[in-house]
């Protein structure tokens, strides 16, 4: 069962207010991907504790970077089930894990954080290795 919409808005808000366009349906990931050109950085957003502490707030800090993908996206685990599922499917080499950051150029996955490298760490640690991928990607 899904968490209330009201608890997870301001988990959702997180990166919306930073840029982030949510991804809610499995037709809005695929016109994405139909529609992507350049680097895009996709986000499986969580309720756990490391996506409050370390993920989330390790995204907004990567931001703050000279080099930045050209799009960013969002989808919600647990709460945006078909839209997760979907997004999962163009890394489904991966096992899931949520949270977890995917970065694409044009159609390509180059760059994957997958939870047990978020979890336990700080968010600058999280920031650090997303800055590096856009100034090897972007």
Not at 78 to 84: K, R
Not at 89 to 110: C, G, N, R, T, Y
């Amino acid at each position: 069962m899904p968490y209330s919409p009201l608890l997870v808005k301001p988990m959702r808000e997180e990166l919306t207010l930073v840029g982030f366009e949510e991804l809610m349906t499995a037709e809005a990931v695929d016109q994405w991907m139909d529609d992507h050109k350049g680097t895009s950085l996709l986000i499986v957003n969580s309720v756990c504790g490391c996506a409050a502490g370390m993920a989330r707030p390790g995204v907004r800090l990567s931001l703050e970077n000279d080099k930045k993908p050209d799009r960013l996206v969002t989808v919600f685990a647990g709460q945006d089930v078909e839209a997760t599922a979907q997004a999962r499917s163009k890394f489904a080499q991966i096992p899931p894990s949520s949270p977890s950051m995917a970065m694409f150029k044009d159609d390509e996955l180059v760059f994957f954080l997958p939870r047990h490298r978020i979890e336990g760490r700080s968010a600058e640690d999280v920031a650090a290795d997303l800055r590096a991928a856009y100034d090897e990607h972007c």
